[in-house]
């Protein structure tokens, strides 16, 4: 479990950066800075939600039975 959490921490602090980066390039052409960071966080949340369903379940899927 504790490879599975270190892989998805890397993981998402390169979606984070590139979700940011690209909100915040939408933002310039538009000036809606606020807009599109809320919009950026929502999207974050949605994903780290849904992985992180995947992984409990997957963890639950995997546990020995004894």
Known sequence: ???IMKALSLG??????DI???S???AA???YY???F?????IYMVI???VTQIADRLEQALRVRT
């Open 20 to 22: 940011f980066a690209q």
């Open 34 to 36: 606020l807009e599109a």
């Open 38 to 42: 809320v919009i950026a966080v929502v």
């Open 12 to 17: 998402f602090a390169i979606e984070v950066v």
């Open 1 to 3: 479990m504790m490879v």
């Open 29 to 31: 052409l538009n000036f």
């Open 48 to 50: 780290a939600y849904i």
């Open 24 to 26: 915040q390039l939408t």
